[in-house]
């Protein structure tokens, strides 16, 4: 294998990845208000994960294109001793790849470094303890400003500051760390992270921020969900949790990888009158409907993957290349 | 933004000529109705004015730039020149900026200003969103007893 060799199959990986995420991107940039809209719709669990999928569709469709169809078929049919010329088209769609890819991984490294120095500083200045009969530890910090937040990607640690353990009565201080719980559980934090990995439409215009602020608004209804637990005074005991903690004053805001409970302060208002008007959610889907639905997924999955393997597939995806290089 | 939008129009900034009472009111029938001639202005008040009075007032605010205005039939048809939002969001930007052009503490006296009325409508909200909750309960509680 030569150096040109593997350099052509890594311009035409970058080119095309960034191409497919393009045209994947535009389509999502049209539908993206529809989609908001329908998750308004839904559950918001099930919102939220639609939102992520969608948001992360692009780029995992693209790199699911790329690695599992189009280097295959450059290496399986293109012939090692070519010495094949790289348009400039090739050579600019490769460049913007590369860009927009270095961009956000910087982006996602430099959150990640900021996420780590936040839990040092935290471990630094707060002391474990546990809470509210909560099974975990929680850390809490002699902070003046009013901190409740859940702090680290893959082990999540809940902070708290002492003003709002003192504020908040024992109940309320049960339905918070009840809501911060439920963003551990569905690892919002390494959810955040993924988003910030997945790259934009454009390198200097990532073009999903409605659909980012959205998913961000349904994953903290779907926790308040959750700490409600389907009883209309848990749910107007967190209501009155959260503007307790608004009356304490404003906090610092977060490093990007740290969830807090009022890190959206806007949409508070919102957030509490969706508390006030509880409706118990509709029955969550049962195990069958569950297994059937995962099974669809994997038997979908196989399809492609099945169809991606046809020798067909991978010549016509090798003509795409050439017609890429040129 | 409703803190600046509250202040009296006789407080604009200098660069800015102020508006009267009658011209505030016409300039909010023009931008309501659109372009209107001397005649439906007089027609569309709320009070009895004479038609030279409201001419001259129209004259003077499009001599102040805030009107364009066209011949049609022997008569000025007038238009506003900028919507509300681009008057306002214009008003309150000259404001601000003459206010921090002053002399250092006038700028922060506008900053803080700013922070207390931003801090004010927070607990207006808050304490409605209190009372809210505390109807909540006694219904639920109303609700709960036999």
């Known amino acids: 294998m030569t150096g040109s060799y593997l350099f052509r199959l890594l311009c035409l990986s970058m080119a095309s990845f960034f191409l497919v995420d393009l045209a994947l991107g535009a389509v999502l940039f049209l539908l993206a208000p529809g989609a908001i809209r329908l998750s308004e719709r839904l559950r918001p669990q099930l919102a939220a994960r639609l939102l992520l999928l969608l948001r992360l569709a692009p780029a995992g469709l693209s790199l699911l294109m790329v690695a599992g169809l189009l280097a295959p078929s450059y290496l399986w049919l293109e012939p090692r001793a070519a010495t094949e010329p790289i348009g400039w088209v090739c050579l600019a769609a490769a460049a913007l790849g590369v860009a927009v890819w270095s961009l956000s991984i910087t982006r996602a490294l430099r959150a990640a470094g900021r996420s780590l120095r936040h839990i040092r500083h935290c471990q630094r200045t707060a002391r474990k303890t546990w809470l509210g009969g909560e099974a975990a530890p929680v850390w809490l910090m002699e902070d003046p400003a009013p901190l409740v937040m859940l702090a680290g990607v893959l082990r999540s640690r809940l902070v708290i500051s002492r003003k709002v353990v003192s504020a908040l009565s024992a109940e309320q201080l049960a339905a918070v760390l009840r809501h911060e719980r439920a963003h551990s559980r569905s690892r919002d934090n390494f959810k955040r992270l993924l988003v910030l990995l997945a790259p934009g439409v454009l390198p200097f215009f990532r073009g999903f921020s409605r659909l980012e602020q959205a998913w961000a608004r349904v994953a903290e209804w779907a926790a308040d969900d959750f700490a409600a637990a389907g009883d209309s005074h848990r749910s107007l005991t967190l209501a009155a949790a959260l503007v307790r903690v608004a009356r304490l004053g404003a906090a610092p805001p977060p490093p990007v990888l740290v969830t807090s409970l009022m890190a959206n302060g806007i949409d508070l208002s919102a957030r509490v009158d969706r508390l006030l008007h509880f409706v118990p959610a509709a029955a969550k889907p049962g195990r069958i409907a569950r297994l059937l639905s995962g099974g669809a997924g994997v038997l979908m999955g196989a399809c492609v993957i099945a169809l991606m393997a046809q020798p067909v597939t991978l010549r016509a995806a090798h003509e795409f290349l050439e017609a890429l290089i040129r | ?146």
């Open chain 2, 1 to 146: 933004m409703r803190f600046l939008k509250s202040i009296p129009v006789e407080q604009t900034s200098p660069s800015q000529p102020p508006l009267g009472h009658l011209e505030a009111t016409v300039m909010d029938l023009l931008w309501e109705r659109g372009e209107s001639n001397v005649h439906d202005v007089v027609q569309r008040l709320h009070r009895p004015l004479a038609y030279t009075t409201v001419m001259t007032t129209l004259d003077r605010l499009f001599k102040k730039g805030l009107l364009d205005r066209r011949k049609s039939a022997r008569a000025f048809l007038y238009s506003p020149r900028w919507s509300r939002m681009e008057w306002e969001q214009k008003r309150a930007g000259e404001f601000v900026a003459g206010f921090l052009a002053g002399p250092q503490p006038a700028g922060e006296l506008l900053i803080s200003c700013l922070v207390d009325a931003v801090g004010q409508q927070d607990e207006a909200l808050l304490d409605e969103l209190e009372k809210k909750i505390r109807l909540k309960r006694k219904e639920l509680y109303q609700r709960r007893k036999p």
